[in-house]
């Protein structure tokens, strides 16, 4: 902690760089404008997105990218915005801080509630600066107000809000009040002159200074053999391999510096994903990299939020990344390895480097994890190509090389794969095998399934499926398409509950039932991800990859993955490793990492005793299939409704005598829909029905008000089409039934219909 004296002297020492000047003269006017500027013209949204954007005083970062919109016209959050202008604070200074930080969090409260995400905290920090300047100072990042607050406090514990006011009536006491704006914008800006020139302050070197304050890159040598050797972490503790990922260390740098101001996992991947440097990147991967850069020491987690480190803060202001090519070589395996090995085989080819190190790791079965090394080697500037494509090290990779311990880190013999599988003695007795269930047995409790009474299915549907699903060993993947409501869904429930049942299997064990998300766009839905949040790595395993493991670890019986509405999400994307892992017959990747996490295995084989099942619906909410996907698996289609039998059996479950005239009519529209594909399935029958009984209670109204009603309601939305004479023949005969029924809502919608239909080319009920 700098004494009054030394702090007397670094402030008239205090000479920022010339162009500081431009920074400080619209930081002025930024301060001034927020002082001058009436209440009513300041509450407005301009003014209020200008307070926000106030990039004036300070960049906040990714921080700047958060979309504040939805606080601009909010009376009760601009009332909290604007009061803090005019808002006394008490005179007592830690009383005053404590207050400051309250509202801040309060503020920020506010901002969460009315789901701002990612949190804008940064960008929040940075308003209260605006609207309160005497109490606080432009610095926002957590390592340059841990700087300034040791420096002028002595301690850097105290919240950032709470250090900032403290800081600044440290320097009031000191150095005397401030008479003006202009003297708040030098305060401030002081403080982050003393955050640039910490190293030099805590030591204890008091200017004036030679040479120039910051650090010249030029200057950089690289390292040299007297320096100490490097601490390489046992395999145990380190990554086996490092994934390469788009600008390398500008990657790495994004994400600490997205993190300076803290924010949660969530909130970090959403800042990532908007600053326009990951675009198509996965979620997942975002996730695996936050991972990464923290296990790496760069960014730590402190009160629910990551914040950057010192080691961070270093990786942002060196361009020389010393840094980051110190913990590739500590903590992650393969790095020293392949470096060495290069060292020692000058001019290796790029597969003889990733054979030697798949031999090293049998666990990686390709040159994949090998060549991102490589990659990530080169890039540093420790590798180069001689004149004949072979690879050698540069003299900076040569100099770290030279600081490597003689014995690096190797993986236990039961880390690989290729150790020869225990044998079994020939004396035991091979158990009895595992029998699927014969057709006909399914059948039999397939159609004793309650749940299957509300649809009509025949035998070769039923066979269609069991053949699909028992034909090919490796491909058990079938899609079911259709018009909705027509049982694609149900059928795969009741053969699976009945394969379940009938071998004495636990349905809720070997059955998962997954409903796509039209937000897909990775395996994470499916495979999970990496929860970044823990202190050690953990894996967030989502009921389809549970099920994928059971499948893998208990290949005699039978699993079900039913995925419902398949493709609401582009099937490419999201089930890309399950397709390649049917086809290829190689392990189903579940994530890069070397070994298992939270009992989830980098990879597993392919269990050829998963049946995967896809429901599909075609219409503009959904996305087509490409080749790739039908070429894997075999379709059903579900398009022929047969109401007659529906309903007969409707029959033996209920005496209503209101239902046969309710049925006809059903049955009327429905063939005439059935002409132009508009037709509609059991679902919205079996709805219709449940609707007229419950309707009949009420008393009052009709049958025929009520059979309008849901007429209206449940069969004609499904009408849309183009100027055809089979869509105008359509809607002629359904206005005639419709009139003739004395259904008049749904008559006068047709008539609409028609005139829409006549007067633009196309017509659909929701126009």
């Known amino acids: 902690m700098l004494t009054d004296e030394q702090l007397t002297t670094v402030w008239k020492a205090f000479s920022p760089p010339a162009w500081w000047a431009k920074w400080q003269k619209d930081y002025l006017d930024f301060l001034s404008w927020t002082r001058d500027t009436p209440e009513s013209e300041l509450r407005t949204e301009a003014a209020q997105k200008k307070l926000w954007n106030a990039r004036a005083i300070t960049p906040a970062g990714y921080g700047d990218a958060i979309n504040v919109d939805a606080l601009l016209a909010d009376p009760e959050f601009v009332d909290a915005i604007v009061g803090l202008r005019t808002r006394a604070w008490p005179s007592d200074v830690a009383a005053r801080a404590a207050a400051i ?20 905290h940064a960008k929040l920090q940075r308003l209260f600066g605006a609207l309160v300047p005497a109490e606080l100072t432009c610095v926002l990042s957590y390592g340059a107000i841990r700087h300034v607050a040791e420096l002028l406090l002595g301690d850097a514990g105290d919240p950032k809000l709470v250090a900032q006011a403290k800081m600044r009536a440290r320097l009031r006491a000191v150095l005397g009040r401030e008479e003006n704006l202009a003297d708040h914008v030098r305060r401030s800006t002081f403080c982050w002159w003393l955050h640039e020139n910490y190293e030099r302050l805590a030591a204890g070197q008091m200017p004036p200074w030679q040479g120039n304050v910051g650090v010249d890159v030029d200057s950089i040598q690289p390292p040299d053999d007297k320096l100490p050797l490097l601490a390489v972490w046992p395999f145990a503790r380190q990554y086996a391999g490092l994934f390469a990922v788009r600008n390398f260390t500008g990657a790495y740098r994004a994400v600490v510096q997205a993190a300076q101001s803290g924010l ?77 090995y290069i060292d020692e085989h000058p001019g290796a080819t790029d597969e003889a ?17 090998p060549n991102d090394l490589r990659s990530w080697s080169s890039y540093l500037g420790l590798l180069k190509r001689d004149e004949h494509g072979g690879l050698r090290l540069t003299e900076y990779g040569s100099a770290w090389v030279a600081r490597l311990p003689k014995d690096l880190p190797k993986p236990p013999a039961e880390e690989s794969i290729g150790a020869a599988p225990t044998a ?9 095998p595992i029998r699927y269930p014969a057709f006909d047995a399914i059948v039999e409790r397939f159609k004793a399934d309650p749940e299957i009474a ?11 499926l069991h053949a699909a699903w028992r034909s ?3 491909k058990r993947f079938v899609l079911l398409s259709g018009l909705s409501g027509t049982g694609k869904t149900a059928v795969t429930l009741c053969y699976s509950r009945a394969v379940c049942e009938l071998m004495r299997l636990s349905v809720s064990e070997h059955r998962e039932i997954v409903p796509v998300s039209p937000d897909w766009q990775d395996p994470s839905g499916l495979l999970g991800y990496f ?22 670890a208990d290949p005699e019986r039978p699993y079900f993955l039913i995925l419902d509405e398949m493709n609401l999400a582009r099937v490419e994307r999201y089930f890309a490793p399950f397709l390649s892992a049917m086809e290829t017959g190689e392990d189903l990747v579940l994530h890069a990492n070397g070994a298992e996490v939270n009992d989830v295995p980098p990879r597993v084989p392919w269990p050829e005793n998963l049946h995967i099942a896809g429901t599909v619906n075609m219409d503009e909410t959904t996305h087509p299939f490409s080749d790739k996907v039908l070429d894997r698996a075999f379709t059903l289609e579900f398009w022929d409704v047969d109401l007659k039998r529906f309903f007969e059996r409707a029959a033996a479950r209920t005496s209503d005598p209101r239902l046969p005239a309710v049925e006809e009519t059903l049955i009327e529209l429905h063939d005439i829909m059935r002409k132009v594909r508009r037709h509609f399935g059991y679902r919205t029958a079996r709805e219709v029905l449940a609707f007229m009984q419950a309707a009949s209670a009420l008393g009052g109204a009709t049958d025929t008000t009520f059979l309008d009603q849901a007429v209206f309601s ?46 633009t080319g196309v017509a659909r009920f929701w126009a």
């Not at 509202?103 to 701002?116: K, N, P, Q, T």
């Not at 790496?296 to 990551?306: M, N, S, V």
């Not at 480097?353 to 994949?368: D, E, H, S």
């Not at 509300?454 to 269609?464: G, H, I």
Request: proline fraction near 5%; aromatic fraction near 6%.
């Open 264 to 340: 949660s996992q969530d909130d970090l991947v959403v800042a990532l994903q908007g600053s326009g440097s990951f675009d198509n990147v996965p979620t997942p991967t975002l996730r695996q990299l936050i991972i990464r850069v923290k296990g790496l020491g760069f960014i730590e987690q402190r009160d629910g939020l990551l914040y950057a480190t010192k080691d961070g803060d270093e990786l942002l202001g060196n361009e020389q990344a010393d840094i980051l090519i110190r913990r590739l070589f500590e903590r992650v395996f393969g790095f020293a390895q392949l470096l060495r």
């Open 454 to 464: 509300d649809f009509v299915f025949d035998d070769r549907q039923l066979a269609t």
């Open 424 to 432: 079994i003695p020939t004396d035991a007795a091979a158990p009895p």
């Open 353 to 369: 480097v990733a054979g030697a190190l798949q031999k090293i790791y049998p666990n990686w079965t390709t040159a994949r994890v």
């Open 714 to 759: 449940k069969v004609l939305p499904r009408l849309r089409g183009e100027d055809t004479q089979a869509f105008k023949d359509a809607l002629e005969a359904l206005t005639e039934v419709c009139k003739r029924r004395g259904l008049s809502t749904s008559e006068a919608k047709l008539e609409s219909m028609k005139d829409l239909l006549k007067r």
């Open 101 to 120: 930080q309250g509202e801040y969090e309060r503020i920020l409260g506010m901002a969460v509630a009315r789901a701002v995400k990612p949190t804008p």
């Open 472 to 474: 090919k060993l490796r």
């Open 531 to 552: 929860n970044a949040l823990h202190a050690d790595p953990t894996f967030q395993a989502e009921p389809a990859l549970r099920l994928v493991l059971r499948a893998a």
